[in-house]
């Protein structure tokens, strides 16, 4: 069973795997948006794999080449849940 701590209005204390398997996508991309931002929180404890690293350089490439959209955050993660809907 995976905590959710009370954060997501209408889930169970707790929920198995297949409970969240069952779930809408938008209601995933809530959690998920949640335990990132757990995770983002205590940089300290969390440390990233070596190839997110050589993702970044990529994308820092791309971008300084100007073959990468900038979108701002809250915009993107509009634009990902309507896909979802």
């Excluded at 990529?58 to 915009?75: H, I, L, Q, S, Y």
Aim: net charge negative; glycine share 6%; hydrophobic share 35%.
């Amino acid at each position: 069973m995976l905590p959710c701590r009370g954060r997501q209005p209408g889930y169970n204390s707790s929920m198995s795997i297949a409970e969240l398997r069952k779930l809408p996508p938008i209601e995933k991309m809530k959690i998920i948006e949640t335990l990132w931002g757990d995770l983002a929180a205590d940089e300290e404890s969390f440390e990233s794999p070596a190839w997110h690293g050589t993702e970044l350089r990529k994308t820092e490439a791309d971008f300084a080449a100007g073959r990468v959209e900038v979108m701002d955050w809250e915009d993107a993660k509009k634009q990902l849940r309507k896909q979802k809907e």
